[in-house]
């Protein structure tokens, strides 16, 4: 195949505790930027229309059980299994925002007992790097005026404290770009934020190689 000359679109991940506003955010982001003419698309993890999604789906319903180690491999090949796919979007220049990433996958599993964030970390070592992961910020008694929490598993308040805490030794790692967002404004005010971070990223990108996560 020829060698295409477009720019690769950028690959910007949202992260945060349940109810920050990654969903409300991300689909806000993709929409100004095609309206700013740059092509994008949304993603989520973990994708539930696969195989393996519905197999993580029903775990997260309750409807089934998953051993631990079992299920952290399964939200990781999630999203090994949709690299090709993301791979190809990515070069034909669009940029991709992704609803959760490997982060939530390490902060999840290593805030149940007996993990390390090291072995959290290893399956998904390797994966497309993002060019930015936004880290929404938000204290827990914010979030519980969003709503009450779901019949999901992990929507406790005692789980989610100790992911914000998982979250919080991972956004020490320089090798990945963390931004914090002050999750806590209104929604434009958040999402005046994200895009400003986005477009900066979207143009460095063009330029860079796609890296390699915790590589
Ligand atoms: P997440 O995907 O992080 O769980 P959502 O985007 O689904 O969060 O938002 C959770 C709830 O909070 C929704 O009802 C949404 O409308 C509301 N919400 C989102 N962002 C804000 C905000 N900045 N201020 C107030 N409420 C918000
Ligand atoms: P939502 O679909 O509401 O985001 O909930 N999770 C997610 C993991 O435990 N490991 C992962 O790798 C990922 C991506 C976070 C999904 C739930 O699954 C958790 C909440």
Redesign the pocket.
């Known amino acids: 195949m020829a060698a295409m000359a477009s720019k690769r679109g950028a690959l910007i991940v949202l992260e945060?505790v349940?109810?920050?506003?990654?969903?409300?955010?991300c689909k806000k982001l993709v929409q100004a930027l095609l309206q700013s003419g740059l092509p994008a698309e949304m993603m989520r993890f973990p994708d539930r229309s696969t195989t393996i999604g519905q197999l993580i789906s029903a775990y997260l319903e309750k409807k089934s059980e998953l051993e631990d180690h079992t299920v952290h491999l399964l939200f990781s090949a999630n999203r090994w299994e949709l690299v090709p796919v993301m791979k190809k979007k990515l070069e034909q220049g669009i940029t991709l925002v992704v609803?959760r990433y490997a982060f939530s996958g390490v902060a999840f599993t290593s805030a149940k007992p007996g993990f390390s964030l090291d072995w959290c970390m290893k399956p998904d070592t390797g994966l497309p790097q993002p060019d930015l992961v936004m880290f929404?910020q938000l204290n827990p008694d914010e979030a519980a005026l969003?709503?009450q929490f779901g019949a999901e598993r992990y929507e406790t308040s005692a789980f989610q404290k100790a992911v914000q805490e998982k979250f919080e030794q991972l956004m020490k790692d320089q090798t990945v770009n963390w931004k914090i967002i002050n999750?806590s404004?209104?929604?434009e005010g958040?999402h005046d934020d994200i895009r400003t971070h986005s477009l900066n990223v979207i143009n460095k990108a063009q330029t860079m190689p796609l890296g390699e996560l915790w590589k």
């Open positions: 945060g349940d109810r920050a506003g990654k969903t409300t955010q609803d929404l969003r709503g999750a404004q209104n929604i958040v």
